[in-house]
T-cell receptor, first 110, second 108 residues
Framework: ETGVTQSPTHLIKTRGQQVTLRCSSQSGHNTVSWYQQALGQGPQFIFQYYREEENGRGNFPPRFSGLQFPNYSSELNVNALELDDSALYLC?????????FGPGTRLTVT | RKEVEQDPGPFNVPEGATVAFNCTYSNSASQSFFWYRQDCRKEPKLLMSVYSSGNEDGRFTAQLNRASQYISLLIRDSKLSDSATYLC?????????FGPGTRLSVLP
């Protein structure tokens, strides 16, 4: 096990709602990255946080936002949910490049 | 052209076979490379880093060719438990790009 945990494991929301996903990084890891993985595709990079600051962002709209806390845990917030937001959301923690993933949160938007 | 490309497969091989996957990337400034494996409905797990000098871990060998902008993964003596999707990851600056993955099925 990587020591990276995510909550909740599954979530069902309706279009237009907002959602917050949580991630606890592996002990000692100061960098957290978030990914969206649609069925049958590779993970798509959303953004990365390093020491509580956004440190890189993929091609996702501003309604995807995040936070990192002093203990390096992190949240992903998605506003105004759309049907296409249905996916597995993965967080990964890292210290020196190599990333270790949590089990993911499966979000379904109806 | 996509930033990172992989043959989606599936590769169906018998136990004991040797199988090779390639992954091409478009940005010559990319600086770090990894292979991950992902089992069905599970998270990706780090398999190995990829270096220009090549690196080996048991039955797995990874290679980077910067001139041709591709990385490779060779699996020798395939086991049933190697059945999974293999994802390459290319890092450029702070941008982590996964390939779409190659599915491998090792058959008894």
């Amino acid at each position: 096990e990587t020591g990276v945990t995510q909550s909740p494991t599954h979530l069902i929301k309706t279009r237009g709602q907002q959602v917050t996903l949580r991630c606890s990084s592996q002990s000692g890891h100061n960098t957290v990255s978030w990914y969206q993985q649609a069925l049958g595709q590779g993970p798509q990079f959303i953004f990365q946080y390093y020491r509580e600051e956004e440190n890189g962002r993929g091609n996702f709209p501003p309604r995807f936002s995040g936070l990192q806390f002093p203990n390096y845990s992190s949240e992903l917030n998605v506003n105004a949910l759309e049907l296409d937001d249905s996916a597995l959301y993965l967080c990964a923690s890292s210290l020196a490049g190599e990333q270790y993933f949590g089990p993911g949160t499966r979000l379904t938007v109806t | 052209r996509k930033e990172v490309e992989q043959d989606p497969g599936p590769f169906n091989v018998p136990e004991g076979a040797t199988v090779a996957f390639n992954c091409t990337y478009s940005n010559s400034a990319s600086q770090s490379f990894f292979w991950y494996r992902q089992d069905c409905r599970k998270e990706p797990k780090l398999l190995m880093s990829v270096y220009s000098s090549g690196n080996e871990d048991g039955r797995f060998t990874a290679q980077l060719n910067r001139a041709s902008q591709y990385i490779s993964l060779l699996i020798r003596d395939s086991k049933l438990s190697d059945s999974a999707t293999y994802l390459c990851v290319v890092i450029t600056g702070q941008n982590f790009v996964f390939g779409p993955g190659t599915r491998l099925s090792v058959l008894p």
